[in-house]
């Protein structure tokens, strides 16, 4: 059984939201990811013989009317694709591609060319899809001054102000990503256990919590708010005009998150730029500095994968220099 590239990408796109039931987010970025695969390997081989015409068309004059059979990709081709990413490509914007995310192309080619196996075609093994090996990621945290900093940054004189500091102390109260702190609703907290479940990547529902200081802002935002839309959190600024006001309009978006930490950083005069994940990793720094264990961050920041939260190494290390010093033999 063979295919051509562009209906093998579609078929697969197709089965991660339907049957994996991924997000659409996700979903895209695999798109983005194959298709300029798809792009480039077109590009680079359509004066070679391998390029046979569409059934669309007749013409193999652009990229866009040519195909290639997946089973044709060896690991020749694949190399090539590495080198162009890592010695050739360079963004308009951004320049060349960090090794990171030259890995997120390969990643999602191994996605790939793994559902075309179950689909009984004869393709390169995913195995043979090296990485590559990563520098260890540096996590940057705030410390202890630098979040009280960060907080005390913000005027709580309105509603405007009390929202801003309330999603503050959420953002680390809970670890949540931006991305699910802006999707919250009011009905999803629960105050009586200081709780709320969130739906995280992967579609996976998983509890966070709030402490005390998290807790008391919450409910002194919600207390000053007037309106009756579903949003946790919204919007005070734009289009005011009542019968075009709804929960969607009003929810706050992630860039304004972004562009709100952004503005505070600055008063609290914290020198490198900053976004909300930031808070994210100070709540798992903190959380592991207290004495919780690895595997229970792991679970309340929605890793899949412990090694995904392994990257905390700067506090686990820590505590290991702790543990030597304290029970070896040698330090007595």
Known sequence: MCMDIKNAI???LEYCELDRNLSLKTVRMYGYYLQFFQEWLLNSRKSTSEVLPSLRSSSTSEVTDMTFEVGK???NIIREFRLYLSHQYKNKFKGELKRQTQSYFLVALRSFFRYLIRQDMKVISPDKIELGKQKDREIKFLRDDQLKALFEAVSPK??????????LEVLFST?????????LNREQINFQTSEMSVMGKGSKIRVVFLSKRAKEWLEKYLSMRRDAFKPLFIRYSGPKADSDLTDVKLRLSVRSIERMI???RKKAGILFRIGPHILRHSFA???????????SVQDML???NIATTQVYTHVTNARLREVHERYH???K
């Open 10 to 12: 579609l078929r697969f």
């Open 73 to 75: 990709i060896d690991e």
């Open 158 to 167: 309105n509603e405007m102000g009390v929202r801003d500091r309330t999603i």
């Open 175 to 183: 670890g949540l990503r931006v991305s699910e702190l802006v999707s």
């Open 262 to 264: 952004e503005k505070y």
């Open 285 to 295: 720094t903190d959380l592991l500095r207290e004495g919780a264990d690895l595997r």
């Open 302 to 304: 929605g890793h899949k």
């Open 329 to 331: 033999s040698g330090n």
